[in-house]
T-cell receptor, first 112, second 114 residues
Framework: DTGVSQDPRHKITKRGQNVTFRCDPI?????LYWYRQTLGQGPEFLTY????????KSRLLSDRFSAERPKGSFSTLEIQRTEQGDSAMYLC??????????FGSGTQLSVL | AQSVTQPDIHITVSEGASLELRCNYS??????LFWYVQSPGQGLQLLLK??????LVQGIKGFEAEFKRSQSSFNLRKPSVHWSDAAEYFC????????????FGKGTKLSVKP
């Protein structure tokens, strides 16, 4: 399977805990994106990497959020001191150039 | 700033009937336009995209969409809906700039009656 892979698929955590999600993009894609989707809404952009460089972060990405893409391959998204408002589906996507994003199945986060 | 409006939150059609999902965008230049489909608990699958050229684009699963610059619209159509088409559909616009980021509408949920 050469699609975008995300792990875990589901994560339940208690408020105040830290969580980390992983995304493995399509191997030849140099761009990687993180989006957040809440119920009844479309995906909202969080951050974007070109190779290993994080080129843009949304205002949605508070100081508690950090993303990395070491060596321009897989990426991780960490949320520190989770809050109930962080409960959402976190989607990763990759692309080659600007001609459309290919999404993973997402990580569903529930903060209790 | 770019924006996407999907006026219909929920649409129900009978199996075998035709379908049209509406999408209007706001963008200053020629946009890159996309339609994605999402099944419950899943990621988004790209149905089709428009960058330039022929304004009627064909996609997967028998879907097509037509770009109408004068109406700022990019409506998705299918001549005969199948029960497996029940899902949520998202229209998105890209700015074509260096980011390749997409702005999504809020989606239209499609239900299919037997």
């Amino acid at each position: 399977d050469t699609g975008v892979s995300q792990d875990p698929r589901h994560k339940i955590t208690k408020r105040g805990q830290n969580v980390t999600f992983r995304c493995d993009p399509i191997s030849e894609h140099n761009r990687l994106y993180w989006y957040r989707q809440t119920l009844g809404q479309g995906p909202e952009f969080l951050t974007y990497f070109q190779n290993e460089a994080q080129l843009e972060k949304s205002r949605l990405l508070s100081d508690r959020f950090s993303a990395e893409r070491p060596k321009g391959s897989f990426s991780t998204l960490e949320i520190q001191r989770t809050e109930q408002g962080d409960s959402a589906m976190y989607l990763c996507a990759s692309s080659l150039g600007v001609r459309g994003l290919f999404f993973g199945s997402g990580t569903q986060l529930s903060v209790l | 700033a770019q924006s996407v409006t999907q006026p219909d939150i929920h649409i129900t059609v009978s199996e075998g009937a035709s379908l049209e999902l509406r999408c209007n965008y706001s963008y200053g230049a020629t946009p890159y336009l996309f339609w994605y489909v999402q099944s419950p608990g899943q990621g988004l699958q790209l149905l089709l995209k428009y960058f330039s050229g022929d304004t009627l684009v064909q996609g997967i699963k028998g879907f097509e969409a037509e770009f109408k610059r004068s109406q700022s619209s990019f409506n998705l159509r299918k001549p005969s809906v199948h029960w497996s088409d029940a899902a949520e559909y998202f229209c998105a616009v890209g700015d074509g700039g260096s980011q390749g980021n997409l702005i999504f509408g809020k989606g239209t949920k499609l239900s299919v009656k037997p």
